[in-house]
């Protein structure tokens, strides 16, 4: 039987590249949002190009982009959006129907007092690439890449990824610093985005699985109240949610480990089913914990050297059952049986899914 090598990305390597979410404290400007404050960890991934296509020729409102899943290729030539002046003088762009519910959500809320406006939205990749050849030509290319946002990986090309800023008192607040601050203001702000098809996407104490520090102003549209209500209710990120649709029948063996809790294991299956999640036409059977002998000294200096930089101190490895449909990398129509998942962790840092495939 043949075999296929699975592409071999290293979630430190793509973490190390900053993301293209905030941008406020960086050498170029908030607009061109080329780097991040944001802490990047590990970032679970859940795209599924085959189901998650939209029935019509629009957009996927439901489109996964971060820092392991780019922007769909045909996503520009299908993406109708608008452009408006915001209250400092910007212009600003966001796709249509986004738009369209982030103005009954402004209206909402200066019902009751509370004024919004549009920091940033959509940057095309054009753009986000142009930015990465000006600070590697400027900075070198190291610094570039742990500023500037890897073109095609930001949420912000989609254009349903939308930045707030606060007008408080007729002053607008558009500093990160400054914003985080006004805790009741973003709470109410927060609890009114499900009912008009948002999410809050870089949830507290989840940037192991986003990939992003909190973010209270950057918000996703989803383009359904049930289904963000639904995320929001339940707590989760839009990673996890995802994950959770495509692989609820999965068999999980954590085994019997006497490292781990089964809590941390967990958390390395969350980002495990993430990523499977992104295999085109395959149906994910089981997930089973190696045992605690895959912690070994050898395999904790491997990942390492998978990951330049890190610094691990351990590794952890799982194996899956899975069916290949019709899928571009597997034999068509074959169980796929002892396929490997090694995840692995440093100091506080949660799990990074360093490398995957047989
Ligand atoms: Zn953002």
New binding site residues.
């Given amino acids: 039987m043949k075999r296929f090598l699975c592409a071999v990305l290293t979630a430190a390597m793509l973490a190390a590249l900053a993301s293209g979410?905030?941008s406020k404290e960086t050498p170029a400007d908030s607009d061109t949002a080329a780097a991040s404050s944001e802490t990047a960890s590990s970032v679970a991934e859940t795209k599924d190009e085959a189901s998650s296509a939209p029935a019509s020729d629009g957009i996927d409102y439901m489109v996964l982009v971060n820092k392991l899943n780019p922007l769909p290729e045909d996503w520009e030539d299908k993406l109708e959006c608008v452009t408006v002046k915001n209250s400092v003088g910007n212009d600003v762009e966001v796709e249509k129907k986004a738009y369209d519910a982030y103005e009954k959500l402004k209206a909402d809320l200066e019902s009751e007092d509370i004024f919004v406006d549009l920091d940033s939205a959509r940057r095309s990749v054009e753009e986000q690439q142009r930015i990465m050849d000006e600070f590697t030509r400027d900075h070198g290319a190291d610094y570039a890449a742990k500023t500037v946002a890897t073109p095609g990986y930001s949420e912000?090309h989609t254009g349903l990824?939308l930045?707030l800023y606060l007008i408080v008192d007729g002053n607008d607040v558009t500093e990160n610093d400054d914003m985080i601050q006004y805790t009741d203001i973003w709470a109410k702000i927060h609890e009114k985005l499900p009912r008009y098809g948002f999410i809050l996407r870089y949830l507290e104490g989840k940037e192991h699985i986003t990939g992003y520090g909190y973010?209270p102003w950057?918000i996703r549209y989803i383009d359904s109240a049930d289904t963000a209500n639904e995320i929001t209710s339940k707590g989760v990120t839009f990673e996890e949610y995802l994950g959770a649709v495509k692989s609820s029948d999965v068999k999980i063996d954590l085994g019997s480990s006497e490292i781990f809790s089964e809590d941390e294991l967990k958390e390395a299956v969350i980002q495990i089913k993430c990523k499977f999640a992104s295999f085109r036409d395959c149906e994910l059977h089981s997930i089973t914990y190696a045992g605690d002998e895959t912690c070994s000294d050898e395999n904790i200096a491997r990942m390492n050297d998978l990951d330049e930089g890190a610094e691990y101190t351990q590794a952890i490895k799982f194996t899956s059952e899975f069916h290949a449909y019709n899928s571009p990398v597997f034999d068509p129509d074959s169980e796929q049986k002892d396929y490997e998942w090694w995840l692995a962790r440093g100091g506080e840092d949660g799990w990074q899914l360093v490398t995957w495939g047989y």
């Fill in positions: 979410c905030s912000h990824a930045d973010e950057h």
